[in-house]
C-alpha cells in the first residue's frame, strides 16, 4: 500500500539532530492522519548518521534508509530521496531542523487546495551573520532579475510538490542541480507559507563560502545565459574604447606628440589579456557543464536501502 505522503531528508554528518528529527517529525505526521513515510538519504556520512538512519528504518516500518555509494552533494541526495519517494504527495526538507517539522500540515493544506508546489518562505533567519544574510538576499534578487524562471526570494529547498510537479521534476535530469529552480521552471500552481528559519542547534553549516559560491554559480548557469550575454558586451566595451585608444595615438602621432608610452602600452596589454582570459573562463564554465551532461552518467547510485517489508504502512504507526 502507497503511502499518501513521502518526507525526504537528505543527511550529510547530522547524527545529533536525528533522534530530536525524527520525533518531531513522527508527531507532526502522526497528528496529520495521512499514511506517510519518512525517506533518509545519506549522502556518504562519516559519524554514524547512517547506522542511526537504519536502526529508525528497524524499528519503523514507515522509516526507509537510503546510502549513497559516495558523497554525491545535497542536491543529488535530494534527487535520490524523490526518486526512492512512494507516496502521492513528496516533502522535501533539510535534515538540520533549520527546517521545522511543523510547518508541514499548513503545506499540506496548501496543496488540499489544489497547490502543486508548496515552497516554505523565510521570513526571518535566526542565527546566521550579517555577511550570510546579505549576500543570501542579493542571490535571490538577481537570480529573479537574471532567469526567465519565476523563482522565489527567500526560499530554499524545503517544499512540497504534487502529483504533476513531481512527474515533471523526475523527468529533470540534469546533473548541475539547483532544485528550486527547477521546481519553479517545471510550472503548475504554487504558493508559499512563510516561517522564521531557527538557528542550526547541533553541528555547524554544510554550505561554508566555498560550497555557497559554486551553488550560485549552478544556479546561474543553470537557468541564466547572462554571464554569457555580460562576456559580449564586456568584449564590444572593452573592443570600442580600444580602437578609440588607437584614434588617440595616430592623432598624437600626426602631431608629433611625444608621449611616453611604456606603461600606458603595459596597462592596455594587461587589460585586454584579463578580459581575455575571464571571457574563456565564462566560456569554459558553460562548455565543463555540457561536458558533463554528454556523458550520460548517472545522477548517483545507492549501496544500501534499509526498510522493514513486514508490516503495513498505516497513519498511526507500525502494526
Avoid at 528497524?58 to 545535497?74: C, T, Y
Wanted: charged share 25%; glycine share 8%; aromatic share 10%.
Amino acid at each position: 500500500m502507497k503511502p499518501e505522503l513521502s518526507v525526504v531528508l537528505p543527511v550529510f554528518n547530522e547524527i545529533e539532530t536525528l533522534g530530536e528529527l525524527r520525533a518531531r517529525l513522527l508527531s507532526v505526521l502522526d497528528e496529520c492522519g495521512r499514511s506517510f513515510e519518512i525517506i533518509f538519504v545519506d549522502d556518504g556520512s562519516h559519524d554514524g548518521s547512517f547506522e542511526r538512519m537504519a536502526a529508525f528504518a528497524r524499528e519503523d516500518r514507515r522509516i526507509r534508509a537510503v546510502r549513497l555509494s559516495r558523497n554525491f552533494g545535497h542536491q543529488m541526495a535530494l534527487t535520490a530521496g524523490v526518486d526512492a519517494a512512494r507516496g502521492r504527495l513528496v516533502a522535501v526538507m533539510d535534515a538540520d531542523l533549520q527546517d521545522p517539522p511543523e510547518l508541514l500540515p499548513e503545506m499540506l493544506a496548501k496543496a488540499d487546495e489544489g497547490f502543486e508546489v508548496v515552497y516554505a518562505v523565510r521570513a526571518a533567519r535566526e542565527g546566521e551573520g550579517a555577511f550570510k544574510k546579505a549576500t543570501a538576499h542579493l542571490f535571490y534578487r538577481l537570480m529573479r532579475r537574471w532567469t526567465n524562471v519565476a523563482i522565489p526570494v527567500d526560499t530554499g529547498d524545503f517544499r512540497l510538490m504534487g502529483p504533476k510537479a513531481l512527474a515533471a521534476f523526475r523527468s529533470l535530469r540534469e546533473r548541475h542541480r539547483f532544485i528550486r529552480g527547477l521546481t519553479a521552471w517545471v510550472g503548475f500552481r504554487q504558493t508559499g507559507v512563510t516561517y522564521v528559519r531557527p538557528a542550526r542547534v547541533h553541528g555547524e553549516t554544510k554550505y561554508p563560502l566555498r560550497k555557497m559560491a559554486k551553488f550560485a554559480l549552478d544556479a546561474l548557469t543553470s537557468f541564466s545565459y547572462v554571464p554569457l550575454q555580460l562576456a559580449t558586451w564586456l568584449g564590444f566595451g572593452v573592443s570600442a574604447f580600444s580602437f578609440f585608444y588607437i584614434l588617440v595615438v595616430l592623432v598624437l602621432k600626426v602631431l608629433h606628440i611625444n608621449v611616453p608610452g611604456w606603461t600606458t602600452l603595459m596597462v592596455f596589454i594587461l587589460l585586454i589579456g584579463g578580459v581575455q582570459l575571464m571571457l574563456i573562463g565564462v566560456l569554459g564554465e558553460y562548455l565543463g557543464r555540457i561536458y558533463e551532461e554528454v556523458k550520460g552518467r548517472p545522477l548517483y547510485l545507492v549501496a544500501e536501502v534499509v526498510e522493514d517489508h513486514e508490516e503495513e504502512v498505516t497513519a498511526s504507526g507500525p502494526a
